[in-house]
T-cell receptor
Framework: ETGVTQTPRHLVMGMTNKKSLKCEQH?????MYWYKQSAKKPLELMFVYNFKEQTENNSVPSRFSPECPNSSHLFLHLHTLQPEDSALYLC?????????????FGPGTRLLVL | DQQVKQNSPSLSVQEGRISILNCDYT??????FLWYKKYPAEGPTFLIS?????DKNEDGRFTVFLNKSAKHLSLHIVPSQPGDSAVYFCAGSQGGSEKLVFGKGTKLTVNP
């Protein structure tokens, strides 16, 4: 399998649940990103990892907890979310965290919080 | 405050004609801009970029124009094809940062 994959593609969870989103890239990249796209809002950067180290946390609430065990995998652990957290969560990767490198996106996980 | 604005949520053009998608930005420190294209149920894919040292970048049917004084950029697609129907996102960044700031997107429909 090639490119950037995300699982699950759809997720419905209650506010007391704990769930995790998974992203995997098969491109040999070293940087990975989590983005959030809410309805009628711009795509927002949440976290950046470069060589497994977090280099950016864009003021994301602590109910979102990222994990990057290696350069190919990125997780987003979710707990005690709110209905307003319902959105499309996109993962991306790039060869490095330099802007000269194009970011490649996964298909996203559509999350609904009830 | 929205730093990147795409004021037209949708645009419809005829096949073979020119599509012009507009983007305005407020952050004068932005020095690199990108356009992404997104089909339903897929992630955005990179389309074309431009550095602030240029005012035009062309790649096949796609041309991006940058007007720094007006803080405005536009994406021209000519000739437009039905397969170009997608949502187009404009994004800006400053100082080589990996932090892209996206607009809300414009949905382009190219009618056969």
């Amino acid at each position: 399998e090639t490119g950037v994959t995300q699982t699950p593609r759809h997720l419905v969870m209650g506010m007391t649940n704990k769930k995790s989103l998974k992203c995997e890239q098969h491109l040999g990249h070293n940087a990975m990103y989590w983005y959030k796209q809410s309805a009628k809002k711009p795509l927002e950067l949440m976290f950046v990892y470069n060589f497994k180290e977090q280099t950016e946390n864009n003021s994301v609430p602590s109910r979102f907890s990222p994990e990057c065990p290696n350069s190919s995998h990125l997780f987003l652990h979710l707990h005690t979310l709110q209905p307003e957290d319902s959105a499309l969560y996109l993962c991306a990767s790039s060869p490095s965290d330099s802007l000269s490198e194009t970011q490649y996106f996964g298909p996203g996980t559509r999350l609904l919080v009830l | 405050d929205q730093q990147v604005k795409q004021n037209s949520p949708s645009l419809s053009v005829q096949e073979g004609r020119i599509s012009i998608l507009n983007c305005d930005y407020t952050n004068s420190m932005f020095d690199y801009f990108l356009w992404y294209k997104k089909y339903p149920a897929e992630g955005p894919t990179f389309l074309i970029s431009i550095s602030s040292i240029k005012d035009k970048n062309e790649d096949g049917r796609f041309t991006v124009f940058l007007n720094k004084s007006a803080k405005h950029l536009s994406l021209h697609i000519v000739p437009s094809q039905p397969g170009d129907s997608a949502v187009y996102f404009c994004a800006g960044s400053q100082g080589g940062s990996e932090k892209l700031v996206f607009g809300k997107g414009t949905k382009l429909t190219v009618n056969p």
